[in-house]
């Protein structure tokens, strides 16, 4: 073939090949065209939220809303928001469509998730069942968790397992329903019911050992808590280390219990229980200083915390600040329960600050709980033995401090009380029994050695009875009690010589009781008995004005029954009988007032003894030997008054506390956020029919040949 026609050729297949490639252009544009950009731009929004690239996904969702809004548009982008946290935006857009499937179980879902429980609630509650009715009720009862109404969460999470009863979030949230209901066992039983579901692998431990808490099943609960703490997963750090905390406790390890509680308390400062836990933990090793700043920190924080007014109620009572303590006490009522067996020292504290105030049946009421829960602790005994010597009950306060003793055999101060309920009672062997234990136990006890020789005085050993009180005030305790009787020891000393002669040193004794009384007047006004064991020495020495003066200077029963004596022996029979019969209207049981009258009526009016054979039979109750009838000068009976303190008791605490488990954080809630795909439907009126545009292409025509060309080859063009 010449070599000009292929310049030729190539422009004819150019302008027969173009038109068919134009076409093809023009169909591709055609085709764009013909899908519908709103579900384009919707569905490819849905497969970026998959990515999660939410951001993304809610700007191609805004750009199809600019174009053509819809509800399905408007509820896909309520989804999105809701994704990226934007919960009341999220709200908001689905008010718009009140109607739209699952539109106002979202809405009161996303309200939850913003913190509006109440109005979450409300929308779910009112929310109609059908399709995702299961997590309608499961989102019920995690709102319902959240708002701490634990029953009704408990119905709700029942409704969503019967619904669906494979779905193991579900039993597990019922599970924390019946935790926050205090149902150990059933919350410990749905949590075990679903305990191999990898998915809740990192959640249920904490979960476990909270429901081991509560049926007190402390060593199993400390190795649940434990075991979380031992895997790499610190979600649940914070609840673990308190649950460990309160296991330690609840085991009485409360060195370990104050190292746990620390830890909780750092993760989370502002932790109420925590910080409450940790005081009432330092509480219970007597660290009472340092539980005091942890509890009135987190008094700071919840001020209404029975759990809280409770230890401080304890600490207070402990460090004598019994207002504060009663205070306390007042504010955690329903914490006191009298069937837990741990709270027999609560119940002892309280019982012991109500009988610093004197309200001695409310204080035998909470003692008689203590005893009853604690039968081995002394301290309710004492206490209760305490209520009873203020009730004067001579018969119930020794019962009850022998049975203190009894759990507590060494206790010298117990010893002490029961040797001044016998000095009280005029038992002096008894007395003397007691006080010679008491100082077995601690020879540096001061009552005791006080009480030790008011019992060798009455048992007419008067010269040790002087020696011990001698050696006592030497040594340099100076007390007003002790020197008012060495003042009276002196004053029978006094008798004692006399009787024997000796008048000389009788006189030397008297002048020393005069000073020892003055004494006690000056070191302490308040008890007044020194004014009648004065008059007494006064009327020995026949000093008559100032025995009288002195004996009303404490005008109580004893003075009166010793101006009577005063009288009689003065010849003057009337006004002693006058005052031996007020005295005997006080206490008509005293053997002495009935001798001391006998005895005036003898000497002044036997005439009229003969007609009163209840006066009569009086002779013979006052023992011979006894040590006030022994030295008396004139056959009548002076009443010394001694002074001693009885013993404030001090038992080591046995605090103990009720523990607080941890309510579980709720699973998250579940919206019913299926994203809402749209169908790309073709656009017939925009498809351009192919016959009309289509070329057809034909096959150029082979050229004729000829015959002189047949034969005749194309020339290579090089």
Known sequence: MPRLLYPVILLLCFVVFQPITGYASGLTSDLKSDNDSVPRLNNTAIKLARNKNYSGALQLLQRASAGRPSDTLIYNQAIILSRLKRYEEASSLLQQIPNFSHAQANQGVFFCMSGDVKVGLALLENTPGGKGADKVAFNRAVAHLHAGQFEEASRAASDAVRMRPGE????????????????????????ESVEKVPELTMMLPVRLGNALLGLKEYEEAAEKFTDYLLTNDRTYQAPARFGLANAFYGQKEFAKAVAEYRRAVQFRPQWVEARTGLGNALCSIRDYRSARIELEAALALAPENQHIHLGLGVISHRQGLHEQAMDHFLQSPDLFDQKDKNLADCFLSRGLTHLEFNRLDTALVDLNVAMRLNKEHPAAYAGASEVYRKKDSFRYTLAYLEKAIRLSPQNDKMLTNKGNMHLKSGDMEEAYDNFSWALHHNRQNLNALNGLSISLLEKDRIEQAEAVLDSVINRGHHKAFLFNNRGIVRSYLALKKEKERDFHNAKQYYYRSV?????????????????????????????????????????????????????????????????LNIALTIDSASMVYQFNRY?????????????????????????????????????????????????????????????????????DYRPLDDLVAMEIIANPSKVKTPQKNRVASKRMPKPRRSRLAGSTKCPKII
Do not use: W
């Open 515 to 579: 000073r020892d009384y003055e004494r006690s007047r000056d070191l302490d006004s308040t008890h007044k008995t020194y004014f009648n064991n004065l008059g007494n020495v006064y009327k020995n020495t026949e000093e008559y004005d100032k025995a009288v003066q002195s004996y009303l200077g404490h005008l109580d029963k004893s003075a009166i029954n010793n101006l009577g004596v005063l009288y009689a022996r003065n010849k003057k029979g009337e006004f002693g009988l006058h005052y």
């Open 599 to 667: 005895k005036v009526y003898k000497e002044y009016f036997k005439d009229s003894l003969a007609h009163r054979p209840d006066i009569l039979q009086a002779q013979n109750l006052m023992p011979t030997n006894s040590i006030s009838s022994k030295y008396s000068k004139d056959g009548y009976i002076n009443i010394y008054l001694y002074d001693y303190e009885f013993e404030h008791y001090e038992f080591p605490g046995d605090h103990y506390f009720p523990i607080q488990t941890d309510a579980p954080t709720p699973p």
């Open 168 to 191: 193991s979030v579900y039993r597990m949230v019922k599970g924390d329903a019946l935790l926050g209901l205090g149902k150990f066992r059933e919350a410990l039983n749905a949590y």
